[in-house]
């Protein structure tokens, strides 16, 4: 058996209403466009998708019912994490870690520098940053969430180069 890890940043937001504060920033144009092309290319490797945590951003959270439109999956499998908002990778590690195994693909949308540390955890080739609508799956040879860790990666996959 294997567990699937999906790695999502957010899609591009804007910064054009000073007076919003960071977590009430909305996404751009671009970026809804942009996240919705991402989830269309992927739509066959995800599947198996199970669960979306999403950090409590309105960027991510907006990123991550958007992605689950895209691809038909039901926003009842999407539930708000506040500790992804301002996890640190260490953090957001053991919260993967912790997940009921009856999960087998679990997506995380959340924010950068944790997500670069996150997804540099598992892939051979270091990530400079992972950019936005930037989707990493990492597949594990594992049965257990809290069994994590980079060697027992078996496959890498992404939806930008490095």
């Not at 691809?71 to 009842?76: A, E, K, P, Q």
């Not at 708000?80 to 957001?92: F, K, M, R, S």
Request: contains cysteine.
């Amino acid at each position: 058996m294997a567990k699937t890890l999906l790695i999502l940043r957010h899609a591009k937001s804007s910064w054009a209403e000073a007076d919003k504060s960071d977590k009430d920033r909305a996404l751009k144009a671009k970026g809804i466009s942009d996240i919705v092309n991402t989830a269309r290319s992927f739509a066959p490797k995800v599947q198996g998708l199970d669960l979306i945590i999403t950090s409590s951003a309105n960027r991510a959270v907006h990123t991550a019912i958007l992605f689950a439109e895209t691809i038909g999956f039901s926003h009842d499998k999407i539930r708000i994490e506040p500790l992804v908002y301002q996890a640190d990778e260490g953090e957001l590690l053991e919260m993967i870690k912790s997940l009921s195994d009856v999960h087998q693909c679990v997506m995380v949308v959340g924010h950068n520098p944790t997500l670069t540390y996150l997804v540099n955890r598992f892939v051979a080739d270091r990530i400079h940053e992972l950019p936005t609508s930037g989707l990493v799956g990492v597949e594990f040879n594992i049965n257990r969430w809290s069994e994590l860790s980079a060697e027992k990666v078996s496959s890498v996959f992404r939806s930008f180069n490095w």
